[in-house]
């Protein structure tokens, strides 16, 4: 089936732990997409000039509207297809700030574990993109001491996997109750890496019986109906295609953006990732959107969260 500019086009691979967070939304949402693979590592040609240089998975592309990060997806996929357990719920705030945990402890923990139990079995030029995207320009020995500190790291993931197990047992469906949303894929996602990343995973998740009961139901939702579409396809109904996205900045804005501003936005931590330059179109205090243009797209709107992420204002 042909894309159009109104088709939601998920750029991932499927090892990725965030794109099966994404992949599994839009399960729980029924929804159908366009999938297209790209390379685990960089560079990456085929998806770099939609982003102006982002490289972390997955991304989204609605026509010329390029969505970074799951934050930033979610959002997008909750207000084109609102419903009562996602995040525009009335528990919407609550989601959020549990998401921080998700995304952010719970996740760092899971990372840690996966990539200490590799130890030197990780291929180098793997080893070294991954080790500076989740521990910054010192990876190399804080992969050593994440091998020696596993046992640590387990017995910190242990405490919340019992509280959410303790949760589960009045025999609920999924966390809040018996409709999945948008907090069952946040935390599914860090199980699902655990689960079949680490050799330790299916012994260690055992433990928790009302987790993997759950764990199973989500899994079983699936992820809605994709079809493969290839990059150059998305590429070119990006070109053909302009931004939806409405121009403005929310009052108050800390740092002072303006329609036009010219700024850099990065991940919010030694990552040695390429910085992406843009011109502000939008801003509130969840998203920031830039304008970016090359030959291969034309112009593209490119939504980045302010959560995590550094905005640096150029002269």
């Not at 499927?14 to 366009?34: C, M, N, Y």
């Amino acid at each position: 089936m042909p894309a159009n500019a109104t088709d939601i086009i998920l750029h991932n691979y499927p090892q990725s732990p965030v794109a099966e967070k994404v992949r599994t939304i839009l399960g729980i949402k029924g929804l159908t997409w366009h999938d297209v693979e790209i390379p685990r590592l960089p560079p990456k040609p085929l998806l770099t000039p939609l982003t102006g240089g982002y490289r972390r998975t997955p991304v989204m592309q609605i026509g010329a509207d390029i969505f970074c990060d799951s934050q930033c997806i979610i959002r997008e996929l909750d207000r084109r297809y609102p419903s009562a357990t996602d995040s525009s719920s009335a528990n919407a705030g609550l989601m959020w700030c549990l998401s921080r945990w998700t995304d952010g402890e719970l996740f760092s923990l899971a990372v840690k574990i996966v990539l200490g139990s590799a130890g030197d079995n990780l291929p180098e030029d793997f080893a070294k993109d991954r080790g500076l995207l989740y521990f910054g320009g010192d990876w190399a020995e804080r992969m050593k001491e994440a091998n020696s500190e596993l046992p640590h790291f387990v017995a910190q993931l242990r405490a919340p996997f019992s509280w959410i197990n303790s949760n589960l047992s009045d025999g609920r469906t999924f966390l809040l109750g018996s409709d999945a949303g948008v907090i069952d894929a946040q935390l599914y996602y860090a199980i699902w890496f655990l689960r079949g990343r680490w050799d330790g995973g299916p012994a260690f998740l055992s433990e928790f019986t009302q987790l993997e009961r759950w764990e199973k139901n989500v899994s079983d939702i699936g992820h809605g109906t994709s079809t493969v579409l290839v990059a150059e396809d998305a590429l070119a109904i990006a070109l053909s295609s302009e931004s939806t996205t409405v121009s403005g900045v929310a009052d108050n804005d800390p740092q002072g953006l303006t329609v036009g501003a010219k700024v850099s936005i990065g991940p919010d931590m030694d990552s040695g990732e390429q910085a992406v330059e843009g011109i502000v179109r939008s801003a509130n205090a969840d998203t920031i959107s830039i304008e970016h243009a090359n030959d291969e797209v034309g112009t593209v709107c490119v939504h980045f969260p302010r959560t995590g992420y550094r905005v640096e204002v150029l002269s």
